[in-house]
């Protein structure tokens, strides 16, 4: 696997605010990898919204219809 | 809204990785909101199973049944 763009400190705090004492690094870099997939599916259909529209620069209302496109919420 | 775990220029990266140019400070906040929210739930949905095994520690297996039970995947 690639070096993920989404680093692993942030992975930890989210599971110590969830109340974990610890976390392992494969857990941190499980998480990190799952949530890098669904933003870059959340990305490149913002992006589709977007160069439908003429533009390469994506804005807050690509990203929100992508989220529901890709979500569902 | 507090400030986010989960850092805007990851999230830029992967919207330059699906081809975007450009990404709007709004965009790459709503992004990294809803990331942040799907990893919150995995990451407590992690924590249920592991202190069902009396740990507080999440570990690679937590994360795994978590993700599958929260993305369905």
């Not at 599971?15 to 610890?22: F, M, S, V, Y």
């Not at 976390?23 to 977007?50: F, M, N, R, T």
């Amino acid at each position: 696997m690639n070096k993920s763009v989404i680093a692993l400190a942030p992975m930890r705090r989210l599971c110590e605010k969830a109340g974990a004492d610890r976390v392992s690094d494969a857990a941190a870099k499980e998480l990190a990898k799952v949530l890098e997939e669904i933003g870059a599916k959340i990305a490149k259909e913002a992006l589709d919204y977007a160069v439908y529209t003429g533009r390469k620069t994506i804005k807050m209302k690509d990203i929100e219809i992508a989220i529901k496109k890709v979500i569902g919420k």
